[in-house]
Nanobody, 126 residues
Framework: EVQLVESGGGLVQAGGSLRLSCAAS????????IGWFRQAPGKARRGVAC????????NYADSVRGRFAISSDNAKNTVSLQMNSLRPDENAVYFC???????????????????WGQGTQVTVSS
C-alpha cells in the first residue's frame, strides 16, 4: 500500500523558515517523482516544487524559486522541502504527492493523480 505522510508544518512569522518532510512507503522510491503542492482556503491546489528521487532533478514554481529547496534522502525514502523567507500569502495546507516518472518531474497538478498525503498546515503570521 502506497503511503505518503507529511510533517513539519506549523506557525511561523513572516520572513521565517520551516522544513517539511514527506515520508514515502509502498513503492520503489527511486522510480518516482515527488511533488509538493499547497492549497489555500478557497483556492486551487498548486504545485510548489518537485524532485525525481532517482535522478535528483528538481523543478520549482516561479513564486518560490530561490527561497525554497527540495531534497531527497533515498536511504530514508523521504523528501524534504526547506522553505525560507515565508510570506503571509503562503498560508496553506501543504501536500506531497507521487507519480511514477522516468527522469524528470513536474509541478503540474494534473500529473499527480493517485498518490497523495493528508497534508500539513503552514501558517505564516504577518
Amino acid at each position: 500500500e502506497v503511503q505518503l505522510v507529511e510533517s513539519g508544518g506549523g506557525l511561523v512569522q513572516a520572513g521565517g523558515s520551516l522544513r517539511l518532510s514527506c515520508a514515502a512507503s509502498g513503492f520503489t522510491f527511486g522510480d518516482y517523482a515527488i511533488g509538493w503542492f499547497r492549497q489555500a482556503p478557497g483556492k486551487a491546489r498548486r504545485g510548489v516544487a518537485c524532485i525525481h528521487s532517482g535522478t535528483r532533478r528538481t523543478n520549482y514554481a516561479d513564486s518560490v524559486r530561490g527561497r525554497f529547496a527540495i531534497s531527497s534522502d533515498n536511504a530514508k525514502n523521504t523528501v524534504s522541502l526547506q522553505m525560507n523567507s515565508l510570506r503571509p500569502d503562503e498560508n496553506a495546507v501543504y501536500f506531497c504527492a507521487a507519480v511514477r516518472a522516468s527522469e524528470d518531474c513536474t509541478v503540474s497538478r494534473t500529473l499527480y493523480q493517485a498518490y497523495w498525503g493528508q497534508g500539513t498546515q503552514v501558517t505564516v503570521s504577518s
